[in-house]
């Protein structure tokens, strides 16, 4: 099933084609296209709620309460990166690779299990810590109460997410994208204009969120129990539990050194730059903006995961490098105009949110740099972990990890909010070029040939044309002029 390095892969890359099942191979791309094509529009609507948020926020709390939301924010959501423990992939790779139902339900009630008690030891450990935190970072009297808000919401956050898992699993894209990418940020959304229409604060807003995340869950678990069939038990737990936590603990060391590879900056960015409230702020705008060109690279993994799971343990390894192939030429062609609207026109989208929002476009630049060549490499992250080379991607990840930590250090404190970018953003795309060789060794999986080059030059015109506007149009004429200007470029030039 793998290559084991040996030297005929490069040769056996240009057979792949042939030695691929045609009809394997519609039906894989059939459903993976059906998933991204319900996504598409959701994960639209998901990030102009999540910008209708944002925006929301900074009109109504101002630059400094805004970076106070976002740090505490943002820290809960690195918290819940640790919350369920590694078992949010493991939910995928065996809901959908195991036939019999009983063995499914054993993988659903230890997910649960193990999300609840972890979720709630991390709560308790990290609240404790809130006057400590808030003395090193942004110093805000409002700080701990909004904190200790969501920190409360954690184990009701990560047991909804862990049920959304298990709707992957069983490869329902629709009602998946629909509870994860609509539902839950629109309910978020109406807590928060609630809390700012009654006048409250950023702790009012925070315990807004609070209540809402855990309504949601007390919905979304029973339904998804309902919607699968698969009832959480533990009953046989201990014959499946090696198998479960064999692959999920090394996929919780992984989310760990994603931390520090992906979400160090925000950290370093509260502890050591002047007005860090306001530093903070202007991060996560950047991030809100940067996070709508990662909507081609999550619409298309919807499926992808487990359909590759699938061809896996079928040992097609020919048809899912036809696959993966065909499928991140599309998160190409579908990256490049977003990153090319986002490079051209960066000023005055973040100046939507407030002059002072401007001078983070450096940082907007640089991340989308890195974005961009995250995107490129399609899903390796998932295949890695679907073709049981978890442990492959662990050590990569840490080294990884060290590294960017102390460049990001370094950066930082050197350079100030784009340093903070430089360290995030270069890791990004390291970690994905080196994943690439992972697969290529260990799978004989490789996604690129010559057709990849038509969108990176056809995006390059189109930039070309956007830029070329600015000397007859500016504000927000000249974003909607010149998106669709560049958009019909692109399309023209492919």
């Known amino acids: 099933m793998t290559s084991d390095g040996d030297p005929s892969v490069a040769d056996a890359d240009a057979d792949a084609g042939a030695d691929a099942d045609p009809e394997a191979v519609d039906e894989a791309l059939e459903r993976v296209s059906h998933g991204a094509v319900v996504s598409f529009g959701a994960i639209g609507v998901q990030r102009a709620l999540i910008l209708a948020t944002n925006g929301l926020l900074t009109a109504a709390l101002g630059i400094v309460a805004y970076g106070v939301y976002a740090f505490a924010w943002q820290s809960i959501n690195i918290v819940l990166r640790f919350a369920p423990l590694g078992t949010f992939p493991t939910i995928v790779k065996y809901v959908s690779a195991y036939d019999e139902r009983g063995r499914r339900e054993v993988v659903v009630g230890l997910a649960y299990l193990t999300t609840i008690v972890s979720s709630v030891v991390l709560a308790a450990g990290i609240g404790l810590g809130v006057d400590r935190i808030n003395a090193a970072t942004v110093d805000h009297p409002a700080f701990p109460a909004a904190f200790w808000a969501l920190v409360l919401s954690i184990p009701a956050f990560a047991l909804s997410r862990a ?18 990418r609509i539902a839950r940020p629109a309910v978020r959304l109406v807590a928060i204009v609630i809390a700012v ?28 129990t309902h919607l699968t069939g698969l009832r959480p038990r533990l009953a046989g737990a201990r014959a499946e539990a090696r198998t479960f936590y064999d692959h999920a603990l090394p996929n919780a060391l992984t989310g760990v050194s994603a931390l520090l590879r992906t979400r160090i900056d925000i950290l370093l960015v509260g502890l050591f730059l002047p007005a860090a409230a306001a530093a903070t702020g202007i991060y996560k705008i950047v991030l809100v903006l940067v996070n709508v ?72 630049a640089v991340f989308l740099a890195g974005r961009l060549v995250g995107n490129a490499v399609g899903a390796t992250g998932w295949l890695l972990m679907m073709t049981e080379h978890q442990y492959a991607r662990l050590a990569l990840d840490w080294v990884l990890a060290v590294v960017n930590v102390g460049l990001s250090f370094v950066f930082v404190r050197e350079f100030g909010l784009i340093g903070a970018a430089l360290g995030t953003g270069s890791a990004i795309a390291v970690q994905n070029v080196l994943q690439i060789g992972l697969l ?14 038509k969108p990176v030059v056809a995006g390059v ?34």
């Open 163 to 180: 049920a959304v898992f298990v709707i992957r699993g069983t490869e329902r894209a629709n009602e998946q994208v629909t509870i994860n």
């Open 440 to 453: 290529r060794r260990f799978e004989g999986l490789y996604p690129f040939d010559r057709t990849f080059v």
């Open 461 to 494: 015109i189109a930039l070309a044309a956007m830029a070329a506007l600015r000397t007859v149009l500016s504000g927000i004429a000249l974003i909607v002029a010149g998106t669709v200007a560049g958009l019909v470029v692109y399309w023209l030039a492919l």
């Open 197 to 224: 229409a009654a006048g409250h604060s950023v702790v009012g807003v925070a315990g807004a969120i609070a209540v809402s995340t855990v309504a949601f869950a007390v919905v979304v678990v029973p339904y998804a």
């Open 293 to 364: 060109a990662v909507i081609p690279l999550v619409a298309f993994n919807q499926l992808m995961p487990p359909v590759a799971s699938r061809l896996h343990d079928d040992d097609a390894t020919a048809t899912l490098n036809v696959v993966y192939t065909t499928i991140t030429r599309l998160i190409v062609t579908t990256t490049v105009p977003i990153v090319a609207v986002q490079l051209a026109y960066g000023p005055e989208l973040l100046a939507l949110f407030g002059s002072e929002f401007v001078r983070g476009y450096p940082v907007l």
